[in-house]
């Protein structure tokens, strides 16, 4: 089903300047933070740069030169080789195996850097295409949005990846979607998934989206198309990981890929629904040994150790990677029921949303990071409705904030704070002046038939008045909850504990913001089960 669903578009050309500007300005501020803190990644992907321009490809995934070994598919590591033959051109010792390791000087950070910047390209690219077909206030609002994400700025340009470029794919792959080109669509997202296999959290529902939509048409046309997605997908797969088959690593790079010995959490608690697990274990242990049963101490780690060998809990039972997975696909399965039944292209950006909102819930050694996966997808679901609009304001901020700890340093503290105090000023005035430009915003989208925006059965109201851009009590309670936990962490903790007890103010975070980032999973939840 590769008919095209596009509306006409006015000046092309202006709209792609105006991006341009978008673009200009976001570099100009990640241009600020070149001298600011790296973390171990950044190493990690020098690292990268230096074994995949001195070893043959047969030894990218078995080196073991540095501790910082190989771990994405092989696209990405074909992208490291590209990166590397300029970061050889500007200072060999970059790529030198050995001698440079730890290598820290200006012509490896301003390097390292500028491919970053370099490569957000992509993603203002498929902003580009996926909000072309929109009027200009809503186009201009998610260009805001993505813009101004602090989540960008502290993982990719401080703290070190290459989020917004892979970002991109994924959007540039939704965006064929949303034109109805599903062939280039489910491409693009193979293409993704060799580049980082993270992203699969989504591919289930990709699969049913395009069996429902892309291969209908009656047996043999069906069949047919089914065969032409599978060998498309297979030819991806083949230019990715066919040479480490043919050298005999193939093993070795799957190995890589999935180490399922680093445990059940990340060494910072991510805020999901293991961090209530994890504390109610606790919890239930010092209980009961209040009540004189000898519970013994664990001696396994929720951050590491092979599975299987003992359990980090206490009381509540073994979670193993395959618990995860069986979790992850039950809780993504409305989705995917949706998808099957009635696979419109206007939900598929909510659905693949939503699939990694549960992979962050509920998945395996999820690192805080991975809540950029659905916060950048959802910038483009808010201008389908103001409740919409308003979930993503929360939202945002909530994952923002979960990101701090990754920027410890004194002198990082302004430049996070002062991110995150922007993109929330932007966020207001510009969902504020959307509302009151617009006079009346849809609570839910117009239930045309056909129409593929969000119809909600049982609203009980269509509509909010003028402006009506007003977050609940309940809402702003809970925001105001955020100041008190940084006022907490960085202020009182110190000044009434010391140095006791360090790990309480890293915990309030996690579990504070777990909150926000389940109430988001359960608002998105609700939201596509009671779509029609």
């Known amino acids: 089903m590769e008919e095209k669903l596009q509306r006409p578009h006015k000046n092309p050309g202006g709209t792609l300047q105006s991006m341009a500007w978008y673009a200009l300005v976001a570099a100009c501020i990640k241009l600020l933070l070149i001298p600011s803190y790296h973390s171990t990644d950044f190493e990690v992907h020098r690292n990268w740069l230096a074994l995949t321009h001195s070893l043959p490809l047969s030894q990218w995934y ?45 012509t490896v950070i301003y390097f390292q850097r500028m491919t970053v910047i370099v490569s ?63 062939l280039m669509g489910g491409f693009v997202f193979a293409v993704l998934l060799c580049f980082k296999h993270l992203f699969a959290v989504a591919a289930p529902v990709y699969f049913v989206y395009l069996l429902s939509r892309f291969c209908r048409g009656g047996f043999l046309k069906g069949f047919g198309r089914v065969l032409v997605m599978g060998a498309v997908v297979a030819l991806v797969f083949a230019a990715a990981f066919g040479p480490f088959v043919y050298y005999g690593q ?48 664990p001696a396994a780690s929720f951050t590491g150790g092979l599975v299987g060998d003992s359990s980090p809990f206490a009381i509540l039972p073994l979670i193993t990677p395959l618990t995860t997975f069986i979790m992850v696909l039950l809780a993504i399965s409305p989705a995917l029921i949706k998808a099957w039944r009635n696979p419109r292209p206007g939900m598929i950006t909510r659905w693949v949303a939503y699939a990694y909102t549960c992979g962050f819930i509920f998945g395996w050694h999820v690192h805080e990071k991975a809540s950029l996966h659905f916060v950048i997808p959802l910038a483009i679901v808010a201008m389908q409705s103001l409740e919409d609009a308003k979930h993503y304001f929360l939202l945002s901020i909530v994952s923002s904030y979960s990101l701090f700890p990754l920027l410890f340093e004194a002198q990082e503290y302004p430049i996070k704070v002062l991110l995150l105090l922007l993109h929330f000023i932007v966020m ?62 960085q202020f009182l903790h110190p000044y009434l504990l010391g140095s006791r007890f360090p790990f309480v103010p890293l915990m309030l975070i996690s579990v504070y913001c777990a909150f926000g980032i ?6 998105q939840l609700k939201r596509i089960i009671r779509s029609s």
């Open 62 to 106: 078995s080196d073991e030169t540095s501790p910082w070994t190989l771990d994405y598919p092989p696209f990405f590591a074909y992208f490291e080789r590209f990166l590397s033959i300029f970061a050889n051109l500007i200072d060999p010792t970059i790529v030198n195996l050995r001698q440079g390791l730890n290598y820290n000087s200006n």
């Open 120 to 182: 957000d390209l992509c993603l203002f690219f498929a902003l580009y295409r996926l909000t072309a077909k929109l009027d200009s206030g809503k186009r201009n609002l998610i260009w805001v949005l993505v813009a101004s994400s602090p989540g960008l700025f502290i993982v990719d340009h401080m703290h070190f990846q290459y989020n917004g470029f892979l970002l991109g794919i994924l959007l540039l792959s939704l965006s064929f979607l949303e034109e109805g080109r599903d």
């Open 250 to 297: 193939i093993q070795q790079v799957i190995h890589r890929m999935f180490p399922f010995g680093r445990g059940l959490c990340h060494a910072y608690w991510a805020p999901n629904f293991w961090v209530f697990y994890i504390i109610l274990d606790k919890g239930l242990a010092f209980l009961l040994r209040k009540l004189g049963f000898n519970i013994q101490a």
């Open 428 to 489: 207001w005035l510009a969902f504020s002046a959307h509302s009151t430009k617009n006079g009346v915003i849809n609570a839910t989208a117009p239930a045309n038939k056909g129409s593929d925006k969000l119809e909600v059965k049982g609203s009980s109201r269509a509509a909010t008045k003028k402006g009506d851009f007003v977050i609940g009590w309940i809402g702003k309670i809970y925001l105001l909850g955020l100041l008190v936990v940084e006022i907490w962490g």
């Open 518 to 523: 389940m109430y988001s999973w359960i608002w």
